[in-house]
């Protein structure tokens, strides 16, 4: 059995902070990637939004909307479907927003408004519903019935 002298004490610790330190600067690239990621993939869900609402703003018909997602974001045609789908109900509830605004309502009286009308789940659950784009005050109406 060999001695235990202070040499090998601080040669012992020294290896285990050297250890963990490797462990450390690992777990910390790790977290720095995972961030990058994150951000990456926001940035690219932010991309893909921006271009659906461009091309629905500027009226461009459905299936080419659909067809400049595949090509431009690689998206399916079905997940394509979803988000313009999605748009086209953030769209109308932007123009009802915007025009209650306008008509001099607070943004608390705005979302007592949308709550109390339950707007968002109108507007997913029918469809006939997006006919009123660009007419928010027949879009108000129709949500109060």
Known sequence: MSKIDSEKVKEFLSSGARTLAAYALDAY?????EEGSNAFADAIEIGIANTVAALYEANVEDNEIIRVLNLIWG???DEATDRLVFEKTQALLR????YLRLQGMSSKDILNFMRS??????LRHNPDLRALRRKPEKLMKAVQE
């Open 29 to 33: 690239e790790n977290r720095l990637d």
């Open 75 to 77: 998206i399916n045609e």
């Open 95 to 98: 123009e009802l927003k915007d």
């Open 117 to 122: 009308n339950k707007v968002s789940m109108k």
